[in-house]
């Protein structure tokens, strides 16, 4: 987590203490800096600073943004779910779903501020461990069924849509594969300008993969939509435990955790 500017003792305690002060999301917004926010926000800036009180305000404003706590953004997953209402459970079990994640390594240098109440400054959910040598992150790619995980990818550098198309070449179709797919899967990606590129939509019409609609959501997208974002909070609990101390340790650990995920929790 990169530096960032201390928030105030009192904004703290008092996003802290939201829950038992009755503060309405009106307020909760004009703390945050968000225009409006839905009672649905307020309910996951408490289990975010509940569950990882390191987080810092920017954070807590992007997480709002990814979930889609905005007005538009509600309707169109309401729409979406709506449409998909009378999907059999078998037609769930065809989707290959597929996202990137990016997994931190806490570092040495870098400087963290927790959401704490008083006299909790100890509590080992408020402290950061420490790497022998230093910090930074991994960004991979990976895709699941119910069949399984499927193979994961390290990206490095930028991904942009010829590196996507290269990571689905290599990864797309061996996982259909693996976990035995049979006909008339369907491949699920967002609607990141990557994934839906002229390019990469004639490389997927080339190899007859049939994509699953999925909700446009300008300019963020529907995680929460997405059974995988599970997956990866299920991985980052099972790396953290084993406490990686380096990238190197950081890479061969997911990719360890990632295969012995079971069949039941996909």
Request: aromatic fraction near 6%.
């Amino acid at each position: 987590m990169g530096k960032t500017k201390e928030l105030s003792q009192d904004l703290r305690d008092r996003i802290v203490d939201l829950h038992k002060s009755g503060m309405g999301y009106k307020n909760i917004s004009k703390l945050l800096g968000i225009k409006k926010i839905s009672p649905r926000g307020v309910a996951i800036i408490m289990r975010t600073v509940r569950n990882r009180p390191a987080t810092t305000q920017q954070e807590l404003v992007n997480d709002l943004q990814a979930a889609g706590t905005k007005k538009a953004h509600v309707e169109a997953r309401l729409k979406y779910a709506n449409d998909h209402l009378k999907d059999v459970q078998s037609d769930r079990k065809k989707v290959l779903w597929s996202d990137e994640t990016k997994i931190e390594l806490c570092g040495l240098n870098s400087t963290h501020h927790v959401w704490r109440k008083k006299n909790a400054a100890y509590d080992p959910r408020n402290t950061v461990p420490t790497v022998k040598h230093g910090g930074g992150n991994i960004i991979f790619w990976g895709c699941f069924s119910a069949k399984g995980t499927g193979l994961r990818h390290h990206i490095t550098g930028k991904m942009d849509g010829a590196m996507y198309r290269a990571v689905l070449r290599d990864n797309l179709l061996p996982s259909a594969r693996k976990l035995k797919m049979g006909r008339g899967w369907v491949f699920q990606h967002d609607n990141d300008p990557k994934h839906t590129a002229k390019a990469t939509k004639e490389w997927l019409k080339k190899n007859h993969i049939k994509v699953m609609e999925w909700p446009s959501q300008s300019p963020v997208e529907s995680p929460d939509l997405n059974p995988i974002e599970n997956l990866w909070r299920e991985l980052k609990v099972r790396v953290a435990k084993r406490q990686p101390t380096n990238l190197n340790d950081l890479e061969r650990i997911c990719k360890e955790e990632w295969a012995k995920i079971p069949r039941y929790v996909c």
